[in-house]
């Protein structure tokens, strides 16, 4: 009696085992969604508190679409919003707000974003938007970020005109969508300066982009920079990670602040103006601007861009991607220390990119356990936006053939300069104007679901997969 007890015990083991081995291969959340007729490129993607909804935001022909996620990540609906009648609109940045409002900015002009911004409030619920403005700065140029300012009410939008080419900084009343006049600046170096993303840290302004110490593109340096938020003066201003007196092209695109620590990306040509040979970085710095480490990533290929860095789990997501045709879409993790947890490409059509032509903020973010993406593929000349999502681990579904696993080598930068620059700092009053946004309609666009949520079939493969 006691064998055959200890072999039913024994049976029973090995079936858990193997159980326990064929839902850990199924509990991934990877999923990749193609949605559009040929004409749609996803921009940015946003988390609703209110609603516990994501929403994606894109372009499709010369209007502004919206995309409603629900909880499981599925489509609740998709509208087409005009917000300039007859001018195509361009997204650089969406946010939800404390109120549950949908607020986009972006750019109206053509794909190279060469024209003016413009912003507005909509409210997703009844369908309403509530304002909008033209954004025309001294001249035409492009919005590069929007965030909001928490508890006031407002919206911080990043400008960048063409001539003189200087970062500038509007604040807008959330209520009303005017200028606060204490607030609105222009900051200026050398040649061009954009300032790409901006956080609000324990009543500081980070913000993160590329300053141009000089009159060349080979003086172009990632830059951070740290903000008064009731007056847009600086505290400092960074540059890096290269000498003035060398030929480098760098630029900055996105920061996280955690535990005190701010977290950057940035990338360039750390010895030359190129910008089809370029790596990526990631800088850990102190909030008064000591550089703790400098890292580079070799992403397969040549022509590595970054764009976003979120803080997911135990480390940080990075998304980017290979520029270079046939590109592909690069997601990968790193701990606190700098170090590569896993990375992951996604290559769906001839070409999957993400945006990043005159600054795109938002284009990830983390919900829960949960990193979602929005970009775009391309084949034979037909877009299509794309919303993608991984775990916080990294987890593929076995049956993902899209999603691949890769090697991304790391070495940390000995060879780094970073100085401190005075930036010339002016009052810049843009010219607001009213449009007349039509009403945002309902529309179908064809969906495809390459990569498909794994769903947890029984109880004991919703135990495993929870760890439980």
Same mark, same amino acid.
């Given at each position: ?44 993607? @946003? ?42 609109? *361009? #997204? ?14 972006? /750019?109206? @002009? ?8 413009? +912003? ?42 063409? !001539?003189?080419?200087? $970062? ?37 302004? *980070? ?55 701010? *977290? ?16 990526? %970085? ?54 606190? $220390?700098?170090? #590569? ?14 945006? !990043?032509?005159?600054?795109? !903020?938002?284009?990830? #973010? ?41 090697? +991304? ?8 300069? %970073? *100085? ?13 104007? /009213?449009?007349?946004?039509?009403? @945002? ?28």
């Amino acid at each position: 009696m006691r064998l055959l007890v200890l072999f039913v015990q024994n049976f029973l083991l090995l079936l858990f085992f193997n159980v326990n081995v064929d839902a850990q291969k199924q509990c991934g959340t990877s999923f990749l969604k193609s949605i559009g007729n040929g004409n749609e490129i996803g921009f940015t993607v @946003a988390y609703s508190q209110m609603e516990n909804v994501v929403y994606a935001c894109g372009t499709t022909h010369d209007s502004v679409i919206i995309v409603r996620l629900d909880q499981d990540f599925n489509i609740d609906w998709i509208r087409k919003l005009d917000i300039i009648p007859g001018r195509p609109e *361009y #997204v650089n940045g969406m946010i939800v707000d404390k109120d549950g409002k949908i607020v986009i900015a972006g /750019t109206i @002009a053509t794909l190279e974003n060469e024209g003016y911004g413009f +912003i507005c409030r909509y409210d997703p619920q009844s369908n309403t938007t509530m304002w909008s403005r033209e954004v025309r700065g001294s001249l035409d140029g492009v919005c590069s970020a929007l965030i909001e300012l928490p508890d006031a009410d407002q919206y911080l939008f990043s400008y960048n005109p063409n !001539s003189p080419n200087n $970062a500038q900084l509007f604040l807008f009343d959330a209520t009303t969508g005017a200028i606060q006049s204490q607030f609105s600046k222009e900051y200026g170096l050398g040649s061009s300066e954009t300032i790409s993303d901006i956080v609000y840290y324990n009543g500081t302004l *980070y913000g993160v982009g590329r300053f141009t110490d000089g009159p060349s593109t080979a003086e172009m340096r990632t830059t951070l920079i740290s903000l008064d938020p009731l007056t847009g003066m600086p505290g400092y201003t960074l540059l890096g990670h290269k000498p003035a007196s060398t030929s480098a092209r760098l630029y900055g695109f996105d920061l996280v602040i955690d535990q005190d620590t701010i *977290y950057y990306v940035s990338c360039g040509n750390e010895s030359s103006a190129s910008i089809s040979d370029t790596k990526v %970085y990631v800088q850990k710095a102190t909030l008064d601007g000591q550089i703790i480490w400098l890292k580079e990533y070799n992403f397969p290929g040549q022509n590595d861009w970054v764009n976003e860095i979120v803080k997911t789990g135990d480390g940080f997501a990075i998304l980017g991607s290979n520029r270079i045709a046939p590109s592909d879409i690069i997601i990968f993790k790193i701990n606190t $220390a700098g170090d #590569v947890l896993w990375g992951r490409k996604f290559d769906r059509d001839q070409n999957d990119n993400t945006v !990043s032509v005159g600054g795109v !903020s938002s284009q990830m #973010v983390a919900v829960g356990d949960e990193i979602i993406f929005t970009a775009y593929s391309e084949q034979s000349g037909s877009y299509n936006m794309i919303i993608g999502g991984l775990s916080t681990d990294g987890d593929i579904k076995d049956d993902c053939d899209i999603i691949e696993t890769i090697d +991304i080598p790391v070495r940390e930068v000995k060879n780094k300069t %970073y *100085y401190f620059v005075n930036t010339e700092v002016g009052d810049e009053t843009p010219l607001l104007l /009213t449009p007349t946004p039509q009403t @945002a309609i309902d529309i179908d666009l064809e969906e495809e679901n390459s990569c498909v949520n794994g769903t947890v079939q029984t109880q004991i493969e919703a135990t495993i997969c929870s760890g439980s």
